[in-house]
């Protein structure tokens, strides 16, 4: 899922610098070549201006959120106009870093499979230290105003990319890129500098649906949409309760995130790696393996996962969705591993253990 950044930098930030002389255009130029030097592969800008609400009303309306992501509700009106985040905004810097990984990529080894974006760093340190550093340029060098966001803002940082020409936002959701397909990283900077903005970019999924039917548990309603709840990735990211046996049946090991909708997606057949180090697959990260996961405390947890996505789990929510998702009937030594998980403090963990065991035992 879609799940992309957005975390505030701290506060909008100005100084009394007198404004750059260049003209829109050249500073566009400007902005887009320092976005690119500090490790961004791609840099659009949109006018800042209030967001037609009727496609994010109408996920809302139709029940397509979860109680796990109430915050993306309750910040509305921020998330549909740029103004309210930072009065006086002129436009949005969309940025997009590439987190694709090296084809052809070797077998992973483990039986529960990680989301690629989960493979390596947490994308949240890695973009936000050069989201920061953009905006501290434009503070310092050009004298702007900014509102810095990577993934857990008040940002609707898909439309802003499509607005800003940097990809369409898919049938699956995900925003595309033609060359870069959709493994991809969002940012936003809401500014008060006057940019040249580029044109939005056109939608070029034509008839393609291959991601639709992809989706293990079907929960791309209709394109475009997601419904969060039958989502694989809001289970087992955001949700924090038992997962419905309905779709852990369906999970195929997922234990952490699903692709199975960008897999399917002919965009991202030749999608080059992406550049940022850090964000590349760890080998002991692409798949972890049954026994280790059922076995881990908290220690083990934070030793293990301290600085990437899968902390966002934490153990207590990785052992859950292992046992959720664990290939049945158990193996023998799952088994025992199970029924000692019983009696954990954790209610979603002692719930996937007792329907793991009746689904094996029964």
């Given at each position: 899922m879609a799940r992309f950044f957005a975390l505030p930098c701290p506060g909008v930030q100005g100084n009394e610098i007198?404004?750059?002389?260049?003209?829109?255009?050249?500073?566009?130029?400007?902005?887009?070549?320092?976005?690119?030097?500090?490790?961004?592969?791609?840099?659009?800008?949109?006018?800042?201006?209030?967001?037609?609400?009727?496609?994010?009303?109408?996920?809302?309306?139709?029940?397509?959120?979860?109680?796990?992501?109430?915050?993306?509700?309750?910040?509305?009106?921020?998330?549909?106009?740029?103004?309210?985040?930072?009065?006086?905004?002129?436009?949005?810097?969309?940025?997009?870093?590439?987190?694709?990984?090296?084809?052809?990529e070797a077998p992973a080894t483990g039986e529960l499979r990680v989301a690629r974006y989960a493979q390596g760093r947490d994308y949240h340190n890695v973009v936000l230290k050069p989201a920061r550093k953009l905006a501290a340029w434009l503070r310092e060098d050009l004298g702007a105003r900014v509102y810095c966001e990577v993934d857990t803002g008040a940002v609707l940082e898909k439309e802003w990319a499509?607005?800003?020409?940097?990809?369409?936002?898919?049938?699956?959701?995900?925003?595309?890129?033609?060359?870069?397909?959709?493994?991809?990283?969002?940012?936003?900077?809401?500014?008060?500098?006057?940019?040249a903005t580029d044109a939005p970019h056109p939608d070029r999924c034509g008839e393609c649906v291959a991601c639709i039917p992809a989706c293990p548990t079907a929960a791309i309603p209709e394109p475009r949409y997601v419904d969060a709840q039958r989502c694989l990735a809001y289970h087992t990211i955001e949700h924090r309760g038992p997962i419905p046996g309905e779709l852990s049946r369906k999970a195929d090991g997922r234990v952490f995130g699903c692709d199975a909708c960008q897999e399917a997606c002919p965009w991202n057949r030749r999608a080059p790696a992406g550049k940022l180090v850090p964000l590349r697959a760890r080998p002991q990260q692409r798949a972890l393996s049954l026994v280790g996961t059922l076995g881990l405390t908290h220690e083990d947890a934070r030793a293990r996962f301290?600085?990437?996505?899968?902390?966002?789990?934490?153990?207590?929510?990785?052992?859950?969705?292992?046992l959720a998702v664990a290939k049945r009937p158990l193996a023998p030594e799952v088994r025992e591993l199970a029924r000692k998980l019983l009696e954990d403090p954790a209610e979603g963990v002692r719930v996937e253990a007792r329907r793991a065991l009746s689904a094996t035992e029964g």
């Open positions: 007198p404004p750059f002389r260049d003209g829109p255009r050249e500073l566009a130029d400007r902005v887009k070549r320092k976005a690119a030097s500090l490790g961004f592969d791609l840099c659009g800008i949109a006018r800042a201006e209030r967001v037609d609400p009727a496609r994010f009303d109408r996920w809302i309306e139709r029940g397509w959120d979860g109680p796990a992501i109430a915050y993306v509700r309750e910040r509305r009106a921020e998330r549909l106009d740029p103004s309210l985040l930072l009065p006086g905004a002129r436009t949005v810097v969309a940025l997009a870093a590439s987190y694709a990984p090296d084809l052809p499509q607005r800003a020409g940097i990809g369409w936002i898919g049938k699956n959701g995900c925003l595309i890129h033609p060359q870069l397909g959709s493994w991809l990283l969002l940012g936003a900077l809401v500014t008060d500098l006057d940019l301290t600085g990437t996505p899968l902390l966002r789990a934490g153990r207590d929510g990785l052992v859950r969705s292992a």
